[in-house]
């Protein structure tokens, strides 16, 4: 009789667990596997944060809503996964990073240097999506270049082989939507930052507001002739990605992502980063 009670109970739990997977489909993380690891995690310029986790451990469940909350907050600006480690098909990728307790969150940015493998560090952080999404924005890889007189303006922009993007604004860093628009872009375009430009040279690149994106091209031959296009659009991360992709090809395509790349929470969910 007891027994056969228990035996529910157990079954119950069973079908309950299974029906929920810990990161659904309509969560924004990825779910890692040792076939997508490398390609996810090492062959990119972005960053990724990868949660390490078993499906029974409580702290994994405690973490579970903020991480998700995470994914969303940092959708195209970085990557957000997890391995299951009590899978047995990814036992070896947990056992390779050395996982010692669950969960374990671990940040992959691109070293500078090229064709080497990634810098990894152990996030000892809150558990909470707002120390998590700060943390990876702050270990985004910056190409944006600071050009801080008249002068490093104008060198820049001399640099006719690819379009150069300048971003006019007051805020005193670099915005992570702009750092990951030029890794997105990377190699095709030129991202540049303007933090105090005086009335001549906003008079030059056609700027009226802070913050202003322009692009600044030259035609096919890089010869005399430099054209001019304001951003005027909303700052948002998909629209200036729709945006300067008429001027640039996007080096490793789009964030890749759990939700579809066409509905619309695939980007700037969270507003507070959609901020140049
Ligand atoms: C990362 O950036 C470097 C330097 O621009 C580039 O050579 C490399 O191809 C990029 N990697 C990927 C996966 O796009």
């Known amino acids: 009789m007891k027994r056969a009670y ?11 667990c299974a029906s929920a997977a810990f990161y659904g489909k309509d969560s924004e993380v990825i779910n890692l596997t040792p076939k997508t690891f490398r390609s996810e995690v090492y062959d990119t310029n972005y960053t990724t944060i990868v949660e390490y986790y078993a499906e029974w451990c409580g702290h994994c469940k405690n973490l579970r809503p903020h991480y998700a909350k995470a994914a969303k907050s940092l959708s195209g600006l970085a990557k957000v996964a997890a391995v299951r480690c009590d899978d047995p098909s990814n036992e070896r990728l947990c056992a390779k990073a050395n996982i010692k307790g669950y969960p374990t969150l671990k940040i992959y940015r691109p070293s500078k240097r090229a ?3 990634p810098i990894v560090e152990d996030y000892q952080g ?32 001399a640099q006719k082989e690819v379009p150069r993007v300048l971003l006019f ?17 990377d190699s095709s375009a030129r991202f540049g ?11 030059r690149f056609g700027v009226k507001k802070m913050p202003t994106v322009v692009v600044v091209t030259n035609d096919e031959e890089g010869e005399e002739e430099e054209e001019r296009a304001v951003y005027e659009g909303e700052i948002k991360k998909e ?6 992709s008429g001027f640039a ?8 992502g759990v939700v579809p790349a066409n509905s619309p929470q695939r980007y700037g969910l969270d507003s507070s980063h959609d901020e140049l």
Do not use: C, H, W
């Not at 604004?169 to 872009?185: C, E, G, H, R």
């Not at 629209?239 to 300067?244: G, I, P, T, V």
């Open 6 to 16: 228990v035996l529910v109970i157990v079954l119950a739990m069973m079908v309950s």
């Open 115 to 117: 064709k080497s493998t």
């Open 126 to 157: 809150a558990r909470t999506a707002k120390a998590i999404t700060g943390m990876v924005l702050d270990r985004l890889s910056n190409r944006v270049t600071r050009l801080s007189s008249a002068a490093d303006v104008e060198g820049f922009v």
């Open 169 to 185: 604004t007051d805020k005193p860093n670099t915005p992570p939507m702009f750092k990951v628009l030029a890794i997105d872009f």
């Open 193 to 203: 930052i303007v933090r105090k430009a005086d009335k001549a040279l906003q008079k």
């Open 239 to 244: 629209q200036l990605y729709e945006f300067l």
């Open 249 to 256: 090809t996007p080096a490793e395509g789009r964030l890749k």
